[in-house]
């Protein structure tokens, strides 16, 4: 098993929401990644500099959530052990 970050949803460079009204001042907003590893691990998520989440697993974790973001830029991001993914996406 390779161990892997990975960052379902938003893609790399996105602009959000695909559908609705633009011009929002806040969105809530859907994340979802996956890490496979062997053995256990500590993980870590969130969104720009701020950390909203964190779980200890064995093997593999997958999440997905809804999180509010205020319209811009943003970078998601996913931490576990010495493996990190990141996201840049904007919310109109």
């Not at 809804?66 to 010495?82: M, Q, R, T, Y």
């Amino acid at each position: 098993m390779s161990n892997k970050v990975n960052i379902v949803y938003p893609a790399e460079g996105g602009v959000y929401p695909v559908t609705g009204p633009t011009g929002s001042k806040s969105t809530y907003f859907t994340a979802s990644f996956g890490i496979t590893c062997d053995g256990d691990f500590n993980a870590e998520w969130g969104f720009d500099k701020q950390p909203i989440g964190k779980g200890l697993f064995y093997d593999q974790m997958s999440a997905q959530f809804v999180f509010k973001l205020s319209g811009g830029d943003h970078i998601f991001w996913v931490k576990a052990e010495n493996m990190e993914e990141k996201v840049k996406f904007t919310l109109q």
